[in-house]
T-cell receptor, first 110, second 116 residues
Framework: KNQVEQSPQSLIILEGKNCTLQ??????????LRWYKQDTGRGPVSLTI?????NTKSNGRYTATLDADTKQSSLHITASQLSDSASYICVVSVVLDMRFGAGTRLTVKP | DSGVTQTPKHLITATGQRVTLRCSPRSGDLSVYWYQQSLDQGLQFLIQ???????AKGNILERFSAQQFPDLHSELNLSSLELGDSALYFC???????????????FGQGTRLTVV
């Protein structure tokens, strides 16, 4: 079983709408949690990074939350744009490596 | 541009062959990570090097090997290639260990390997 589970697997929304992506993890202890955006065929690009003591972190229209007690994180995208269409990957860091979720594939339609 | 350079961008080779993928980390980064991403799959961690030494190993096949050189660039060697090895191979680099607080990992654009 993957130690980082993401849901939904895929999501289609209309341009301008908001959406929330979920990440549950069992990795422990963890050092930090990141959300990456990966455009098709490209390398992932970091959106936010949070330590276990942080509850929320924003980057423009992207807001990530973290509940270290329940081991859950979410990524909220506000006022979606066509360019938001990508895979969003939750990554939990342990001491020596990163554990990747399978990602949520978001499609924003006009 | 993340500052991480991977070459080649594309590679097509036949089954049974051996290839070498190259990664140049960002200037000053000591850690290099290799990941495999098969079609429509998530990123699978293969191996990590830190300042020339292997530090962590993931699901890396015995047919695969890697090393990090004194100038900190890294190579991933894939041998006895099979059709199922076709994938995107990403390299990432960071200053230190990714477990460090706020240690960022930057990804290259990947090498797309096609085994025919």
């Amino acid at each position: 079983k993957n130690q980082v589970e993401q849901s939904p697997q895929s999501l289609i929304i209309l341009e301008g709408k908001n959406c929330t992506l979920q990440c549950n993890y069992t990795v422990s202890p963890f050092s930090n949690l990141r959300w990456y955006k990966q455009d098709t065929g490209r390398g992932p690009v970091s959106l936010t990074i949070m330590t276990f003591s942080e509850n929320t972190k924003s980057n423009g229209r992207y807001t990530a939350t973290l509940d270290a007690d329940t081991k859950q994180s979410s990524l909220h995208i506000t006022a979606s744009q066509l360019s938001d269409s990508a895979s969003y990957i939750c990554v939990v860091s342990v001491v020596l490596d990163m554990r990747f979720g399978a990602g949520t594939r978001l499609t924003v339609k006009p | 541009d993340s500052g991480v350079t991977q070459t080649p961008k594309h590679l097509i080779t036949a089954t049974g062959q051996r290839v070498t993928l190259r990664c140049s980390p960002r200037s000053g980064d000591l850690s290099v990570y290799w990941y495999q991403q098969s079609l429509d799959q998530g990123l699978q961690f293969l191996i990590q090097y830190y300042n020339g030494e292997e530090r962590a190993k993931g699901n890396i096949l015995e047919r695969f090997s890697a090393q990090q050189f004194p100038d900190l660039h890294s190579e991933l060697n894939l041998s006895s290639l099979e059709l199922g090895d076709s994938a995107l191979y990403f390299c990432a680099s960071s200053v230190g260990m990714t477990g460090g607080v706020n240690t960022e990992a930057f990804f290259g654009q990947g090498t797309r390997l096609t085994v025919v």
